[in-house]
């Protein structure tokens, strides 16, 4: 069990439910604060995801 799976199950069932389908996902570990994401990679992440599409 991953330390994300806390967030990942419940969006992996509620897009299972809407039958959405997930394109990808970009989670970051001890980010809880607003501006805290911007200590990590998690942007560079999220952009390099977005252009895979």
């Known amino acids: 069990m991953s330390v994300m799976d806390g967030v990942r ?12 389908n997930l394109a990808g996902e ?14 990590t990679d998690g942007c560079r992440l999220a952009t390099e995801l977005v252009h895979k599409f």
Do not use: F, R, Y
Request: no cysteine.
């Open 26 to 39: 970009v989670l970051i570990p001890d980010v809880l604060n607003e501006g805290e994401i911007e200590n």
């Open 9 to 20: 199950i419940p969006m992996e069932k509620t897009a299972s439910l809407l039958k959405w």
